[in-house]
């Protein structure tokens, strides 16, 4: 175990290297090594690294007032912010919806239990609780985000910690929970929300909450067309909040500011994180819808939550100037195309024995490899193949973020690709050619 670090760190077992600096998709480490970062971190990355001009509003805004309590004062990059999230969002946040900014996505879904079970008592609902969700879905890592997660790995150790409202099937044609197929399925598994909805006390249920493309546990699954559709459906027949977790998807991963407009559906609240500020500063901020903001404001007029660091001018600030940059450099279009010429590098690697399906959305996507290719049967969780692929591309100088469990829980392999929306053609080559040489070493001939 290094002894050097006072750091508690995610792997007593690991070395980290220290990052030292970054330019546009890659990171440079404290001995001078190059990575390109095809994650983007943790799909965090989107206008990539060392942007001057967000530091320098960062400093601006620092240097006017760096903090104010939100129980005292709004500031102006709030304000700001929160009316550009709006305009971006689907048409009922338009007109009367508000923003609450958290630190991360965790907070940010930890805030959206709470506002919708306050939602429920200030609508006369005080039966309603439950929070629905997916199995092999992530929510984040407090206790509640934890509650309504479906990640078993991530999930098991707090067991006792946590209750279970409610989880129904994951959305994954690949490894389809229910063996059937598209479209000849009827989406059995957006019909398996009816089937809970129905079989466990309804009336108790408040909410469901769901990733659009689910990000790392399932290695960037998009649902097929007709899914989002009908879980809204669902949702607005029940009389239950609608919840898209856009933390990993929003802010233009996907080819759209939120990944819920590939569907046109209108989600009661939205949690962004991650690119809201393309790691810059750590922000996250739930979306609400205005007919759920109207139920506050006609009620009780108060929300019982708060943290003292929400809605930091600093990082609203951050937030602001993200935005200006993918405004001014048309990165939200880019991302589309940057993600066609990702996808097209990566087709040859479809060809390996080993590479089961490549799949996402704009620049999401998701690598599973199998052991057997017509079974589509995974690896044991004993050979860590993810780790051992990530460790590989590492050499080749290319981040990737492995994940295992996407098939149970436990058993599947894959990485995941979020690369800054600004990747050039010539690195999309340079990841699929060290992915190609990862999978070479990792599964010799
Ligand atoms: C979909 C989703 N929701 C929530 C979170 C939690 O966000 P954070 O790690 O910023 O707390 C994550 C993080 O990976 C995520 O992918």
């Given at each position: 175990?290094?002894?050097?670090?006072?750091?508690?760190?995610?792997?007593?077992?690991?070395?980290?290297?220290?990052?030292?600096?970054?330019?546009?998709?890659?990171?440079?480490?404290?001995?001078?090594?190059?990575?390109?970062?095809?994650?983007?971190?943790?799909?965090?990355?989107?206008?990539?690294?060392?942007?001057?001009?967000?530091?320098?509003?960062?400093?601006?805004?620092?240097?006017?007032?760096?903090?104010?309590?939100?129980?005292?004062?709004?500031?102006?990059?709030?304000?700001?912010?929160?009316?550009?999230?709006?305009?971006?969002?689907?048409?009922?946040?338009?007109?009367?919806?508000?923003?609450?900014?958290?630190?991360?996505?965790?907070?940010?879904?930890?805030?959206?239990?709470?506002?919708?079970?306050?939602?429920?008592?200030?609508?006369?609902?005080?039966?309603?609780?439950?929070?629905?969700?997916?199995?092999?879905?992530?929510?984040?890592?407090?206790?509640?985000?934890?509650?309504?997660?479906?990640?078993?790995?991530?999930?098991?150790?707090?067991?006792?910690?946590?209750?279970?409202?409610?989880?129904?099937?994951?959305?994954?044609?690949?490894?389809?929970?229910?063996?059937?197929?598209?479209?000849?399925?009827?989406?059995?598994?957006?019909?398996?929300?009816?089937?809970?909805?129905?079989?466990?006390?309804?009336?108790?249920?408040?909410?469901?909450?769901?990733?659009?493309?689910?990000?790392?546990?399932?290695?960037?699954?998009?649902?097929?067309?007709?899914?989002?559709?009908?879980?809204?459906?669902?949702?607005?027949?029940?009389?239950?909040?609608?919840?898209?977790?856009?933390?990993?998807?929003?802010?233009?991963?996907?080819?759209?500011?939120?990944?819920?407009?590939?569907?046109?559906?209108?989600?009661?609240?939205?949690?962004?994180?991650?690119?809201?500020?393309?790691?810059?500063?750590?922000?996250?901020?739930?979306?609400?819808?205005?007919?759920?903001?109207?139920?506050?404001?006609?009620?009780?007029?108060?929300?019982?939550?708060?943290?003292?660091?929400?809605?930091?001018?600093?990082?609203?600030?951050?937030?602001?100037?993200?935005?200006?940059?993918?405004?001014?450099?048309?990165?939200?279009?880019?991302?589309?195309?940057?993600?066609?010429n990702l996808r097209e590098?990566?087709?040859?690697?479809?060809?390996?024995r080993h590479v089961g399906?490549?799949?996402?959305?704009?620049?999401?996507?998701?690598?599973?490899?199998?052991?057997?290719?017509?079974?589509?049967?995974?690896?044991?969780?004993?050979?860590?193949?993810?780790?051992?692929?990530?460790?590989?591309?590492?050499?080749?100088?290319?981040?990737?973020?492995?994940?295992?469990?996407?098939?149970?829980?436990?058993?599947?392999?894959?990485?995941?690709?979020?690369?800054?929306?600004?990747?050039?053609?010539?690195?999309?080559?340079?990841?699929?050619?060290?992915?190609?040489?990862?999978?070479?070493?990792?599964f010799p001939v």
């Open positions: 175990m290094p002894t050097s670090s006072g750091l508690f760190s995610r792997n007593f077992k690991k070395t980290f290297p220290i990052a030292a600096r970054g330019e546009g998709c890659w990171i440079v480490d404290q001995s001078g090594r190059k990575y390109l970062d095809a994650a983007g971190q943790a799909a965090v990355v989107s206008i990539g690294y060392g942007v001057a001009e967000i530091g320098c509003a960062m400093a601006e805004q620092s240097a006017q007032i760096a903090f104010a309590h939100t129980s005292q004062f709004h500031t102006a990059p709030a304000e700001k912010l929160a009316a550009r999230l709006l305009a971006l969002a689907p048409k009922n946040f338009h007109n009367g919806g508000r923003v609450y900014f958290t630190s991360g996505g965790s907070e940010a879904t930890e805030t959206a239990i709470k506002l919708v079970r306050q939602y429920c008592l200030e609508t006369s609902q005080p039966n309603r609780y439950r929070i629905v969700s997916r199995r092999q879905s992530y929510h984040g890592s407090t206790l509640g985000a934890m509650t309504v997660s479906g990640n078993v790995a991530r999930r098991a150790p707090y067991a006792p910690l946590i209750p279970e409202w409610g989880h129904i099937a994951p959305c994954l044609c690949y490894h389809c929970p229910f063996e059937k197929t598209f479209p000849q399925c009827e989406i059995a598994c957006a019909e398996d929300l009816e089937t809970l909805l129905q079989q466990h006390d309804h009336e108790t249920a408040a909410a469901f909450i769901f990733e659009p493309v689910v990000g790392a546990t399932l290695g960037a699954a998009v649902p097929p067309e007709g899914y989002v559709a009908r879980i809204a459906e669902i949702c607005h027949r029940h009389n239950i909040l609608l919840i898209a977790d856009e933390v990993m998807t929003g802010m233009g991963r996907t080819g759209k500011p939120f990944a819920v407009q590939h569907w046109g559906i209108e989600p009661d609240i939205i949690l962004v994180g991650k690119g809201v500020a393309s790691g810059y500063a750590p922000l996250g901020a739930v979306l609400v819808s205005a007919p759920v903001v109207e139920a506050f404001a006609r009620g009780s007029g108060t929300f019982m939550h708060g943290f003292t660091y929400q809605a930091h001018p600093v990082c609203t600030a951050a937030g602001n100037a993200v935005l200006d940059y993918l405004e001014s450099h048309k990165l939200f279009e880019r991302a589309g195309e940057a993600g066609r590098a990566l087709a040859p690697l479809q060809e390996h399906d490549i799949r996402g959305l704009g620049l999401l996507h998701g690598l599973e490899f199998v052991k057997d290719k017509p079974e589509r049967e995974p690896f044991p969780k004993s050979d860590n193949i993810a780790e051992k692929i990530r460790q590989a591309a590492v050499a080749e100088g290319v981040l990737t973020y492995p994940t295992q469990g996407c098939v149970d829980g436990q058993r599947g392999d894959h990485i995941l690709l979020a690369p800054p929306f600004i990747i050039s053609k010539e690195e999309c080559s340079l990841i699929a050619g060290a992915l190609e040489t990862a999978l070479a070493k990792v």
